[in-house]
């Protein structure tokens, strides 16, 4: 077992990562109340609920289980209102606890939900999919999307607890496991290139599996580094947006099912990378070398959509700050910096 410690004053928290050990839940987590409220969805629910509820009615808590639909339209603020009333009806009070098991979607929903309800409930995150256990899970950036874009109301809100086994990831589809590599390249492309170029020599899931507990070790430390530094996303925590701006545009412009989360971050990788490398704000041959490892693991290089088509989508987006657009640009493969442009940037 491996732990880090975010260090952010009375917000710290652990983050505690393992195999084998979703059983083991109730001796890691606290409800002062007595009461826990675990919010899950159709597909993880099936597999791993009763095991979190066994653990944590050993330890003598009362737990509610609330399950959703499985996939990003959930994750809408007309969504949170169900578990709202759930919560009252379940008399949760301010010294209970929330568990979001499940991937970004659920620890995006039931964090704003958690973040919201009395004004702040506890809550711990135990995600189950790969991109959420190296990213979405940690940071506490909780969020529900809108119809004019993604993650437009939320929250800083942090767990008190981020509980990761890597073993779940074994139930996880191919395509969950695809767009979990997305997240992982992102970081290898912006703080490390030691793991980027370890994943460019990984040729088979059954290869990075034999990995996984250190490279989620290391995607979170990571993240971990960059919100002590930058909790509430004002600069070195933007570097975590690479892809993002033109791959959320990119999720909107679908309506949120033609491309999932990672694949349309992949597109943005790849796509900011070509416009920089061509202007000369990025080294040579980094372009190549992205879409060659996003290639690798399954992950698409471009959409059939002009730019200008998802111009709306890119002025909406959150990180669009008055007139300026940041953009996250590389120097190079481990080098990241911010970029203040404008939505005609991603013309040229």
Same mark, same amino acid.
Do not use: W
């Given at each position: 077992?491996?732990?880090?410690?975010?260090?952010?004053? =009375?917000?710290?928290?652990?983050?505690?990562?393992?195999?084998?050990?979703?059983?083991?839940?109730?001796?890691?987590?606290?409800?002062?109340?007595?009461?826990?409220?675990?919010?899950?969805?159709?597909?993880?629910?099936?597999?791993?609920?009763?095991?979190?509820?066994?653990s944590l009615v050993k330890k003598g808590y009362e737990c509610k289980l609330m399950v959703l639909e499985a996939g990003e339209p959930t994750k809408n603020i007309k969504s949170i209102y169900p578990i709202y009333s759930s919560m009252i =009806?379940?008399?949760?009070?301010?010294?209970?606890?929330?568990?979001?098991?499940?991937?970004?979607?659920?620890?995006?929903?039931?964090?704003?939900?958690?973040?919201?309800?009395?004004?702040?409930?506890?809550?711990?995150?135990?995600?189950?999919?790969?991109?959420?256990?190296?990213?979405?899970?940690?940071?506490?950036?909780?969020?529900?999307?809108?119809?004019?874009?993604?993650?437009?109301?939320?929250?800083?809100?942090?767990?008190?607890?981020?509980?990761?086994?890597?073993?779940?990831?074994?139930?996880?589809?191919?395509?969950?496991?695809?767009?979990?590599?997305?997240?992982?390249?992102?970081?290898?492309?912006?703080?490390?290139?030691?793991?980027?170029?370890?994943?460019?020599?990984?040729?088979?899931?059954?290869?990075?599996?034999?990995?996984?507990?250190?490279?989620?070790?290391?995607?979170?430390?990571?993240?971990?580094? #960059?919100?002590?530094?930058?909790?509430?996303?004002?600069?070195?925590?933007?570097?975590?947006?690479?892809?993002?701006?033109?791959?959320?545009?990119?999720?909107?412009?679908?309506?949120?099912?033609?491309?999932?989360?990672?694949?349309?971050?992949?597109?943005?990788m790849a796509y900011i990378s070509e416009i920089s490398e061509r202007l000369g704000q990025t080294a040579k041959g980094v372009t190549a070398r992205i879409e060659n490892i996003l290639r690798q693991f399954g992950l698409p290089t471009g959409?059939?959509?002009?730019?200008?088509? #998802?111009?709306?989508?890119?002025?909406?987006?959150?990180?669009?700050?008055?007139?300026?657009?940041?953009?996250?640009?590389?120097?190079?493969?481990?080098?990241?910096?911010?970029?203040?442009?404008? =939505?005609?940037?991603?013309?040229?």
């Amino acid at each position: 077992m491996k732990k880090l410690r975010v260090n952010l004053g =009375e917000n710290s928290y652990d983050i505690i990562i393992g195999k084998n050990h979703l059983s083991k839940i109730g001796d890691y987590v606290l409800s002062r109340g007595g009461k826990v409220f675990i919010i899950s969805d159709t597909n993880v629910a099936p597999i791993f609920a009763n095991t979190v509820i066994d653990s944590l009615v050993k330890k003598g808590y009362e737990c509610k289980l609330m399950v959703l639909e499985a996939g990003e339209p959930t994750k809408n603020i007309k969504s949170i209102y169900p578990i709202y009333s759930s919560m009252i =009806e379940y008399n949760l009070t301010r010294r209970d606890l929330v568990i979001t098991l499940g991937g970004g979607v659920i620890g995006d929903l039931g964090g704003f939900v958690a973040s919201t309800y009395l004004r702040g409930v506890d809550f711990v995150q135990v995600p189950t999919s790969l991109l959420a256990q190296v990213d979405s899970s940690v940071g506490g950036k909780v969020a529900v999307d809108l119809p004019e874009g993604k993650n437009l109301v939320g929250s800083f809100y942090q767990p008190k607890l981020v509980f990761i086994d890597t073993d779940v990831l074994y139930d996880l589809p191919d395509a969950f496991y695809i767009d979990g590599m997305a997240e992982i390249i992102k970081y290898g492309c912006i703080k490390d290139k030691r793991l980027f170029e370890e994943l460019e020599f990984i040729k088979s899931r059954e290869e990075f599996m034999t990995k996984v507990e250190d490279i989620v070790y290391t995607c979170c430390d990571i993240k971990r580094r #960059v919100v002590e530094v930058d909790e509430k996303d004002n600069g070195e925590r933007m570097l975590l947006n690479f892809g993002h701006t033109y791959g959320h545009a990119i999720e909107k412009y679908y309506d949120f099912t033609g491309y999932s989360h990672g694949q349309a971050v992949a597109i943005g990788m790849a796509y900011i990378s070509e416009i920089s490398e061509r202007l000369g704000q990025t080294a040579k041959g980094v372009t190549a070398r992205i879409e060659n490892i996003l290639r690798q693991f399954g992950l698409p290089t471009g959409a059939p959509v002009k730019a200008e088509k #998802v111009l709306g989508a890119i002025k909406s987006d959150k990180k669009n700050l008055g007139k300026e657009l940041n953009v996250v640009l590389l120097k190079d493969i481990g080098e990241s910096y911010t970029y203040a442009t404008s =939505e005609e940037y991603f013309l040229k």
